[in-house]
């Protein structure tokens, strides 16, 4: 008997989608452009990839224990989910109902966020908790093996910081990267008090900086200036803290020019920036993540910008951030943003489904910023984002056999099964029973 000398094999992928490509991440036209090996296999040992190529390649090379038959399914990386707001409190339905009918409500609402940061002040760390785990599942079930989750509903020190203490505690199988977002918006009780919100913030950062990788500042014409992002973002970087930035959403305040001063990681939103920003961060290597899940949810798909020149006739429905960032020559990523209020939804396969509808972006460049452009956007694209040797081991079965279907269908979780760092922790569309204590109880809707 030949001897084993691998952990596991996953044979005869009708497409096995690598997503290669350069560690920086992936720009311009070679977007349009993706590797699918037909008939594909792939060799685990421990957490990582030992090796990709044909089924009649691999099983002439490795043997193994375990070998999963994909049976003419699509093999591809698990999906990079590099924005979210993972813990809050309360639900905005009411408030959602309102905008959409243009109704006034019976009784008024304490709508915004104002209202989820009323809410998740009034949680317990354990309803906190237990929520993010849920969603967690939710989110594995879906093919997402890695996610940014920030804080930003505390509005105050002790606050923002309680909730990055509960997101550095998690601990589940889709890993969580704490984000510290400093500067969101200013709370109600600071108002006519700037300088004093930022003073709090600025006296968070030693302590956040031993929580997180990451801290976060919104510079946006409703939210903070580019000199008090800059303050606040140099301070974190001070003590080893890399940035992030929410960046120009409601309007052109330098945001995109401000992450690539800084060198920010990535920049996310950035609906109004500059053609200038946009390249200032293709320079810079900042990643531009884009968030079509909030373009739909808001009720944003008519383009904002001034100027008729950038609203065509043929396309008047298009919001053109994604393919002006493209042109920028940009590394461009795609994230939920899941929150309560702007994108309630967990699901990256609704973004790349909406992404193609609403940003008019082909299949291939969708798969490419949602695995290894994501990667880029956590600074991990050495180690996750694609299926290559070396690679940590995050791999999503799909129960359809292109990577367009995943795509061109909607409303339904196609993932079958999901494997995190070489460990099978979704199963038939259902958490594996290690995976979570609850995990048989729990079914992936």
Not at 4 to 10: A, E, G, K, T
Not at 127 to 147: F, K, N, S, W, Y
Not at 233 to 259: E, P, S
Request: with cysteine; hydrophobic share 40%; net charge negative.
């Amino acid at each position: 008997m030949a001897k084993c000398n691998v952990d596991r094999l996953i044979v005869n992928a009708n497409e096995l989608l690598t997503c290669r490509g350069p560690q920086e991440g992936i720009r311009g036209a070679a977007l349009r452009k993706i590797e699918a090996i037909a008939d594909g296999a792939l060799a685990i040992q421990g957490e990582h990839i030992a090796a990709v190529g044909t089924s009649a390649e691999i099983s002439a090379q490795y043997t193994a224990p375990e070998v999963i038959d994909a049976g003419g399914r699509l093999v591809t990386p698990s999906l990079v989910d590099s924005h979210s707001h993972l813990l809050y409190g309360g639900t905005r339905h009411e408030e959602y109902e309102a905008k959409v009918t243009q109704r006034t409500p019976a009784m008024p609402l304490d709508g915004g966020i104002r209202y989820t940061v009323r809410k998740t002040r009034e949680a317990s760390d354990r309803a906190l908790v237990e929520q993010a785990l849920r969603d967690l599942d939710v989110m594995l079930c879906h093919g997402t093996t890695l996610l940014e989750a920030k804080t930003g509903y505390g509005l105050e020190r002790e606050q923002e910081l309680r909730l990055l203490r509960l997101t550095a505690g998690l601990r589940h199988p889709l890993q969580v990267v704490p984000t510290f977002l400093a500067l969101h918006v200013l709370p109600q009780e600071y108002a006519g008090r700037r300088r004093a919100y930022l003073e709090q913030a600025l006296a968070a950062l030693p302590e956040a900086a031993r929580l997180a990788a990451y801290c976060d500042v919104s510079c946006d014409p409703i939210c903070f200036t580019y000199d008090e992002c800059e303050e606040v973002a140099r301070a974190a970087h001070a003590l080893g803290m890399k940035i992030r930035v929410h960046a120009d959403q409601t309007g052109d305040a330098r945001g995109a020019l401000l992450a690539a001063r800084l060198q920010a990681s990535a920049a996310d939103h950035l609906d109004y920036a500059s053609d200038d920003g946009l390249r200032a961060m293709a320079d810079a290597g900042s990643v531009a993540t884009l968030l079509p899940g909030v373009t739909l949810h808001m009720c944003e798909m008519t383009p904002r910008f001034d100027g008729a020149a950038l609203a065509s006739a043929e396309k008047p429905f298009m919001p053109l951030v994604a393919r002006r960032a493209i042109e920028a020559g940009a590394v461009i990523a795609l994230s939920t943003d899941y929150n309560p209020g702007s994108c309630p939804s967990p699901s990256m396969q609704m973004v790349m489904q909406l992404a193609a509808r609403l940003y008019r972006l082909s299949y291939a460049e969708i798969w490419n910023m949602c695995t290894l452009n994501a990667a880029c956007a956590l600074d991990v694209s050495r180690d996750r984002g694609s299926l290559e040797p070396g690679k940590r081991a995050d791999i999503v079965i799909w129960s359809v056999p292109v990577h367009g279907m995943v795509i061109n269908r909607f409303g339904v979780n196609l993932a079958d099964t999901v494997i995190a760092s070489g460990r099978i922790v979704v199963q038939h569309g259902r958490l594996a029973s290690e995976s979570r204590s609850t995990a048989k109880e729990v079914p992936c809707q």
